[in-house]
């Protein structure tokens, strides 16, 4: 069984496949698992400053040579503190005090809320930062200079999560998702919104993620109203079925197996669905104590797709194309 406390992502990091997680024994910070043994391969530590936990929104960018982990603590400094590790060196690649540089937009002093990445045409690696006050702005993820046109919807609704996509024609995308259930889309290279914004769900999308199914992308939301949903970003029109289940969307993750695209969603259990039809795909998972499944990622091991998914206190690897118990270090 692999273990730790908090939300999962998965990567891949000198030739194998990891699972990282908040927490760690040498103070506020991360670990980082083999995916293949549980073994703890590393942890790093961000300093007695850093909150993590739920109020953490992370992801890791594997746009240079090494894979760079980018960690938004919401609440440090009142306005927010993004990190960036170098996953391999465990060592800060950048400034981490972004926050406080942020002039208001408006009477109030606007927080980082979200945070995707991008990588542009030439290699320039951007970042690209959601606030309270709705806006969105590009940043250079090394200097922390503006990186391209600022981004805003229509209200100051706090931005809850972003995905960075590439649309059919090769132009760069951004998908966002606000604290009113709004969901929109922008060209990153004019910053101009892409058609108006959906009502995609009855209260904040807490979960969003952009993945490739039938030769296109498409989007998945994840909310606070206990539904996920499946959309088409050039149209903004819903596909397949809503996905519900009894409790909020806790962990949202894409991953491919049989040829087929899957959604798997962390709530009060594990389900699945088909990512085109949110049809569901085998019977939801259960197990965890407090009938709660905190987070889920998809790693590759081998020539399988393994599912790890967590409470507060455990995490378990399931097999990606049955749901089965896959004990960490077998076949």
Request: charged content about 25%.
């Amino acid at each position: 069984m692999l273990t730790g406390p908090g939300q999962l992502l998965g990567a891949e990091l000198d030739g194998r496949s990891v699972v990282i997680r908040p927490g760690s024994t040498q103070g506020r910070g991360f670990s980082v698992y083999d995916a293949e043994d549980g073994s703890l391969v590393r942890e790093f530590a961000l300093g007695p400053g850093f909150i993590g936990g739920p109020l953490c929104r992370m992801h890791v960018d594997a746009g240079g040579e090494s894979p760079v982990l980018v960690v938004l603590d919401q609440f440090r400094g009142l306005r927010g503190t993004l990190f960036q590790v170098d996953l391999v060196t465990g060592e800060r690649v950048c400034p981490d005090t972004w926050g406080k540089r942020r002039k208001p937009w408006g009477r109030t002093w606007p927080r980082m809320s979200a945070v995707a990445s991008h990588l542009g045409p030439g290699g320039q690696r951007s970042l690209l930062l959601g606030w309270s006050d709705g806006r969105v702005e590009p940043v250079d993820a090394v200097t922390g200079a503006a990186a391209g046109p600022r981004m805003r919807g229509t209200g100051r609704r706090e931005v809850w999560s972003l995905a960075a996509f590439t649309a059919a024609d090769g132009t760069p995308r951004l998908a966002g998702a606000d604290a009113d259930g709004l969901l929109r889309v922008w060209d990153l290279a004019t910053g101009r919104p892409v058609g108006g914004p959906v009502k995609a769900h009855n209260g904040p999308i807490s979960r969003l993620v952009a993945y490739p199914a039938d030769g296109r992308i498409l989007l998945a939301t994840g909310g606070t109203d206990h539904s996920v949903r499946i959309w088409d970003p050039e149209t903004r029109t819903p596909l397949g079925r809503m996905m519900v289940q009894p409790e909020n969307t806790l962990g949202l993750c894409d991953y491919q197996v049989d040829g087929r695209a899957v959604l798997a969603v962390a709530s009060d259990r594990l389900y699945r669905y088909d990512a085109l039809t949110g049809q569901p795909v085998g019977e939801p998972v259960d197990g965890w104590e407090d009938d709660a499944c905190m987070g889920v990622c998809a790693v590759r091991v081998g020539d399988r797709v393994a599912l790890v998914a967590a409470d507060e206190i455990d995490m378990r690897r399931l097999d990606g194309a049955t749901g089965e118990e896959w004990p960490a270090g077998t076949a």
